[in-house]
């Protein structure tokens, strides 16, 4: 049971160049999140998906979009990459409202 | 005032000690708590579920005190391998229905030999 996938696990990009981050979850999770994590700094939510095909804007959404393709994936896109992007990303899945988070093994950006 | 807070430590404690921790959340409708540990680099696992009864999971134990709004974590007899960051995760509804996780910044707990 792999639990939740992200890709790729390190990306370099320069200013300006987009990207898009996958992930997908084999848990059959209703909800699904993207995170970041920056020194000193709690994870931030820039988006979730309750269900398969809603999404919703969290605390940092400026600079990415998302996309829940189905109910196993949920891609976060940065369209136009810039330094303040560099940050390590998580996506999460989780049961039901009340349950706990499961997380992937996060992607590292470095944006130059 | 932040919805969760942690002190940031680093607590340093040597093996066998017993360490506790704790958070406070400001949100009084909170309906579901965790702590999570998260190692360098690596993404926040799920170290235990805190419940209002109080729980207990081999050496950790985590209580809810609703009335002073904060949960805690107890770590007895410490390893090395039980260093790492601590997180405090509170889950809450918000006024639109949808539900929302706040993360605590965490706690560095480092075990020394």
């Known amino acids: 049971n792999a639990g939740v996938t992200q890709t790729p696990k390190f990306q370099v990009l320069k200013t300006g160049q987009s990207m898009t981050l996958q992930c997908a979850q084999d848990m059959n999770h209703n909800s699904m999140y993207w995170y970041r994590q920056d020194p000193g700094m709690g994870l931030r939510l820039i988006y979730y998906?309750?269900?398969?095909?809603?999404?919703d804007k969290g605390e940092v959404p400026n600079g990415y979009n998302v996309s829940r393709l189905n109910k196993r994936e949920f891609s976060l896109r940065l369209e136009s990459a810039a330094p303040s992007q560099t940050s390590v990303y998580f996506c999460?899945?989780?049961?039901?409202?009340?349950?706990?988070?499961?997380f992937g093994n996060g992607t590292r950006l470095t944006v130059t | 005032r932040k919805e969760v807070e942690q002190d940031p430590g680093p607590f340093n404690v040597p093996e066998g000690a017993t360490v506790a921790f704790n958070c406070t959340y400001s949100?009084?409708?909170?309906?579901?708590f965790f702590w999570y540990r998260q190692d360098c680099r690596k993404e926040p696992k799920l170290l235990m579920s805190v419940y209002s009864s109080g729980n207990e999971d081999g050496r950790f134990t985590a209580q809810l005190n609703r009335a002073s709004q904060y949960i805690s974590l107890l770590i007895r007899d410490s390893k090395l391998s039980d260093s790492a960051t601590y997180l405090c995760v509170v889950n809450s509804a918000s006024t639109s229905g949808t539900y929302k996780y706040i993360f605590g910044t965490g706690t560095r707990l480092k075990v020394l030999a």
């Open positions: 998906s309750a269900s398969e095909g809603t999404t």
């Open positions: 999460a899945s989780r049961e039901e409202n009340w349950s706990p988070l499961h």
């Open positions: 949100n009084s409708a909170s309906q579901s």
